[in-house]
């Protein structure tokens, strides 16, 4: 069983940078595929971005591609979520999920993840 806990959210001015942290535990961190969601008030959850098992794959919503960037640190469990040039709209609960994954994958798909973290607040204010 696989515990996330995510960090970093937080209120920034549109433009902006945050880095959100998702330390992983209970579980073997390079054996999992991870992705970040984020849901905004009154809106169904939404992918913004996936990394495969080594960090060599990485994959982004088109809302987010050029903006955000992800990464991840093994030997410290954790996955980062990069967020530059914060709009608005990007204000949102933001997920990390975690998969278990015995191949190069990444996933796009919120109903392949088996763990999510309680989300952290992010607030961009205009």
């Known amino acids: 069983q696989v515990q996330l806990v995510e960090s970093g959210g937080g209120l920034v001015q549109a433009g902006g940078s945050l880095r959100l942290s998702c330390v992983a535990s209970?579980?073997?961190?390079?054996?999992?595929?991870m992705g970040w969601f984020r849901q905004a008030p009154g809106k169904e959850r939404e992918f913004v971005s996936a990394i495969n098992w080594s960090g060599s794959r990485t994959y982004y919503a088109d809302s987010v591609k050029g903006r955000f960037t992800i990464s991840r640190d093994n030997a410290k469990n954790t996955v980062y979520l990069q967020m530059n040039s914060l709009k608005p709209e990007d204000t949102a609960v933001y997920y990390c999920?975690?998969?278990?994954?015995?191949?190069?994958?990444?996933?796009?798909?919120?109903?392949?993840?088996?763990?999510w973290g309680q989300g952290t607040q992010v607030t961009v204010s205009s």
């Open positions: 209970g579980g073997t961190f390079s054996s999992y595929a």
């Open positions: 999920a975690a998969e278990w994954t015995t191949g190069s994958y990444y996933y796009t798909a919120m109903n392949v993840y088996d763990y």
